[in-house]
């Protein structure tokens, strides 16, 4: 069974960094996406994807902001935030899309658990 730990969420001042973790785990073939989405509330959003070929997205939010890369050995993604703003504040999920295991098994999405990021003085 394939699961997503993600790591590195906390609290940041306003103009700071943080960089988010997300590891999937499991007897993996191939990862076509992976991506980040956040929820505040009353809001959800999608921040960012990357595909396995290294093409990347970005909400209009954070572009200039945020870097989105991955380690396909690893099965991870990462995300550095960059000048981060009070508006950032959210739980953050990661996802894959288009999961491929060893075994030939297909999962179109998968999600993990949130990791909280508050950007406050």
């Known amino acids: 069974q394939v699961q997503l730990v993600e790591s590195g969420g906390g609290l940041v001042q306003p103009g700071g960094s943080l960089r988010l973790s997300c590891a999937a785990s499991?007897?993996?073939?191939?990862?076509?996406?992976m991506g980040w989405y956040r929820q505040a509330p009353g809001q959800r959003e999608l921040v960012a994807t990357i595909?396995?070929?290294?093409?990347?997205n970005y909400a209009d939010s954070v572009k200039g902001r945020f870097t989105i890369s991955r380690d396909n050995a690893k099965n991870t993604v990462y995300l550095q935030m960059n000048s981060l703003k009070p508006e950032d504040t959210a739980i953050y999920y990661c996802?894959?899309?288009?999961?491929?295991?060893?075994?030939?098994?297909?999962?179109?999405?998968?999600w993990g658990r949130g990791t909280q990021v508050t950007v406050s003085s």
């Open positions: 996802y894959v899309f288009g999961l491929v295991t060893l075994s030939g098994d297909f999962t179109r999405t998968s």
């Open positions: 499991g007897s993996i073939r191939s990862i076509t996406t």
């Open positions: 595909t396995n070929s290294g093409n990347t």
